[in-house]
């Protein structure tokens, strides 16, 4: 009898031990584990913070590239206007002959050598012309141009509407079920002749 209670307070005791021993593991880990959030939650707010100033370090020293790429003709040297009146023809040379009075020499290598615009009899060079009018040539260039382009992108077009637009051929009527071979006829034997009747 005295064993069997000694038994019972034995696990008794083993018992609280181990619900103390794990109560304390778990507030030791609740401990770290908030301790581990909060390091995570003040480095999230230093990389948005860093992030933050370098987007707009990075919008204020993009907003002057910005200005410069939509820069107006007019701000444009007269360099910089040859050059894009130049390229303009070479991508698309069809465009100077829709303009009255451009006239364009080539090499023999097929390269430009020399750009002319002759207005009410008088021939100038593009190399001679002064701002004004190097604007008005790029304006009428890049008119031509661009309905060049768009004449090009209504023929893509319409090459397209014409493949979708071909008539499909008509259905087919359902095929029969072919039938078996058939054997061949056995040839019916002719008929035969009366036999005479005996008197």
Do not use: C
């Not at 908030?34 to 913070?49: C, G, L, N, T, V």
């Not at 451009?102 to 050598?113: C, P, S, V």
């Not at 701002?131 to 397209?160: C, D, F, W």
């Amino acid at each position: 009898m005295k064993n069997n209670v000694i038994k019972i307070l034995a696990t008794f005791s083993i018992i609280i031990i181990m619900s103390t021993t794990m109560v304390e593991a778990q507030e030791k880990v609740g401990f770290w584990k908030r301790a581990w959030r909060k390091m995570i939650h003040k480095s999230d707010k230093m990389q948005e913070k860093v992030s933050g100033e370098t987007k707009a370090k990075t919008i204020e020293n993009a907003k002057p590239a910005r200005l410069a790429r939509q820069s107006p003709l007019e701000e444009l040297s007269e360099e910089e206007l040859r050059g894009r009146i130049r390229d303009m023809i070479i991508a698309y040379p069809e465009a100077a002959s829709f303009i009255p009075g451009l006239k364009i020499a080539y090499d023999k290598e097929g390269a430009i050598e020399h750009i002319e615009l002759e207005t009410a009899g008088e021939r100038k060079s593009l190399n001679d012309m002064d701002k004004e009018a190097l604007l008005s040539v790029h304006k009428r260039v890049a008119r031509e141009r661009t309905r060049l382009q768009m004449e090009r992108i209504q023929r893509q077009l319409n090459a397209v509407r014409a493949v979708q637009n071909i008539p499909k051929p008509p259905p087919q009527p359902p095929k029969l079920p072919t039938l078996p071979p058939q054997p061949p006829k056995i040839p019916t034997p002719p008929p035969r002749p009366p036999s005479p009747t005996r008197r």
